[in-house]
RNA sequence: CGGGGUAUGGCGCAGUGGUAGCGCGCACCGUUCGGGACGGUGAGGUCGCCCGUUCAAAUCGGGCUACCCCGACCA
């Protein structure tokens, strides 16, 4: 929460940017070319460790917890608990389902000694397994449980920074019914649930029919349109169509069946995808339960993945321009960028910060519960502070120079040009 | 896994055989202060790794590794 009391150094909701952990460098790296991973790298979100596997600095882990806590409040709306599973997972339960040979892209980890690990890239061999304890009547039906967890995968290569990882965050959620018109209805409902999700999280995804490769017959994959991204659907731009092209038969320009025209052909970024897997999984490990009339069934499942880090990505990947990011208000790191300009109080930051103009709207927005990023350096151009605000990308950007009297700041959003004076009051109310 | 490219200071780069340089950044001093300011001083590199050729290798030859891109693959 709110240290009130020693308002003026970090909090949850403050930091000054003199003393923020990763800072913004003037060029971009060369060994990177995606949008996602030049921008957050240049913007001090995060840095390379090996090939696919990514630091996250203060910056992009505010950003991906932002993320995580929006998904969160929808999972759990849907009745679903939380938990947390393990990363090193049974390797005899991995040759139960057969997909310690099938799944090539596993992770196999060997120690010192005769042990052998799976490194978790999916958690059903762990779960399934795990709820048998726990539900054997049709009374403890329907569960969903849910984790937010990295994820490991063998990719053959890893690209485009946070879209494709060896090493990446995960929301990772599992069904369990007693019928398949149960698991039909939750799974109706969440393919509503992700969309809405998606839309808090500023990403427009399109649902779209997929395969369900080595889960199920079929999926639903959520795709963002984007130039960069490596999947590509065929969709009807007014919502009531969409197939991965790697399924579909429909073709390119074919009229939609509802008369709205054309279908398109876009490449895509898949954010979330949702496997109805009935009882593949129950079957491997005898999950089962007794019904009202005493007679013992097989557990109906159903699984539902969203890519935090690459959603993340995602985000960078789509609201951007020239300048940098441009993040949505539901996941910026800040919701504000506070910048102080000479010509007020020169060298005012060798003054305690509780003494200059600035520093005390800083303390009234951080009071009120405003999470505030505040430029405090000293001999830093007006340019270069500027330039800095762009690439990071926060939603709103206040100034106070000489340009504005006491009580009141520059107001500027990101996403426009257009810079307005207001009193302080009227700023902490439009954030409010 | 196939093909292509790259590897020199924290970042971006130059340097085709004679013992390493520029810009940015960083430290200090002074001047600046609304769109990446200026002057001065200074710190920082076994030139990805190994082997070889040579009196001498960042530079030539061989091998390896890492990273990026294209493709294949991809709950």
């Keep these: 929460m709110l240290y009130s009391f020693y308002p003026s150094v970090n909090s949850g909701y403050s930091m000054l940017y003199s003393k923020l952990f990763g800072k913004t460098i003037k060029e971009s790296p060369k060994d990177e070319s995606s949008v996602n991973a030049r921008l957050l790298i240049q913007a001090g979100f995060i840095r390379k460790e090996v090939a696919g596997v990514y630091n996250f600095l203060p910056l992009g882990l505010r950003v991906l917890n932002k993320i995580s806590n929006i998904i969160r409040d929808e999972m759990d709306n849907t009745g679903a608990q939380e938990l947390l599973l393990v990363s090193f997972q049974n390797k005899a339960n991995w040759e139960k389902t057969g997909r310690w040979d099938s799944f090539d892209a596993l992770f196999k980890v060997k120690s010192r000694y005769d042990f052998e690990y799976a490194l978790g890239p ?68 969440m393919k509503k649930v992700y969309k809405k999700t998606f839309s808090r999280l500023g990403l427009n995804a399109i649902e779209t029919l997929a395969s369900g490769g080595t889960f199920s017959k079929f999926s639903h994959e959520f795709q963002v349109i984007c130039g960069n991204g490596e999947d590509e659907i065929i969709y009807c731009p007014s919502g009531d169509f969409s197939q991965n092209s790697e399924i579909t038969k429909v073709k390119e320009g074919k009229e939609c069946d509802l008369g709205h025209g054309p279908l398109k052909k876009v490449k895509t970024i898949e954010v979330g995808n949702i496997f109805p897997l009935k009882d593949k999984f129950s079957k491997a490990f005898g ?31 789509v609201h951007n321009d020239k300048k940098g990011i441009v993040w949505p208000k539901s996941v910026a790191p800040y919701q504000v960028h506070l910048i102080h300009l000479g010509g007020v109080h020169p060298r005012f930051a060798k003054a305690s910060p509780g003494e200059s103009a600035t520093s005390e709207v800083y303390d009234k927005l951080v009071k009120t519960g405003v999470e505030v990023l505040y430029d405090d350096r000293e001999d830093v151009s007006a340019g270069e502070k500027f330039a800095d605000a762009d690439l990071i990308g926060i939603p709103v950007r206040l100034v106070i120079s000489d340009k504005v009297s006491g009580g009141q700041v520059e107001w500027k959003k990101r996403d426009e040009d257009k810079t307005e004076i207001i009193s302080v009051d009227q700023a902490i109310k439009r954030l409010g």
């Design 122 to 189: 999916t958690h059903e061999e762990v779960l399934v397994p795990l709820v048998k304890n726990f539900a054997n009547s049709y009374r403890d039906l329907p569960l969903k449980l849910y984790q937010i967890q990295n994820k490991f995968r063998d990719e053959a290569r890893s690209k485009a920074g946070l879209l494709r990882g060896r090493e990446f965050l995960m929301k990772d959620l599992y069904s369990f019914h007693q019928s398949e018109k149960d698991l039909v209805d939750y799974y109706e409902l």
């Design 287 to 317: 999950l089962t339960f007794k019904d009202k009339s005493g007679k013992e069934k097989y557990v109906v499942m159903g699984c539902y993945g969203i890519g935090i880090s690459r959603t993340m990505g995602a985000i960078a990947e």
